[in-house]
């Protein structure tokens, strides 16, 4: 039933785009927040963006503010994160997260998280 499946990932050049799309068993707003998090070797998981299911309301962390969009389709199913202005930073697996309590960037908010879909930013 509590179910997140990531897609879109892949290779990009600096300076080029991607959507990633989280597809969400159920419904989005099963959930109080959902969110994108990404990890590269070697570093911990950080958060990206998050969005409250009540309301709408957006976070995002420093890195991720201003090339960065979360958001939910009409059918509030599948959670997209679009991503422009690609740094090799940026490298890292994604992973899309469910949680039921607050909502922000922090993993600890989290409790439900999906495969990962790899994205490479290369020059």
């Known amino acids: 039933q509590v179910r997140l499946a990531e897609s879109g990932g892949g290779s990009v050049q600096v300076g080029g785009s991607l959507r990633l799309s989280c597809e969400v068993s159920?419904?989005?707003?099963?959930?109080?927040?959902v969110g994108w998090f990404r990890q590269a070797p070697g570093k911990e998981r950080e958060g990206v963006a998050a969005l409250k299911t009540a309301g709408g309301s957006t976070y995002y962390s420093v890195a991720a503010a201003g090339r960065t969009t979360i958001s939910r389709d009409n059918t509030a199913k599948i959670l997209y994160l679009e991503m422009n202005n690609l740094k090799p930073e940026d490298s890292a697996m994604y992973y899309c997260a469910g949680g039921n309590r607050y909502c922000g960037t922090y993993e600890e908010y989290f409790t439900y998280w999906g495969q990962g879909t790899q994205v490479t930013v290369s020059s």
């Open positions: 159920g419904n989005i707003n099963s959930y109080s927040c």
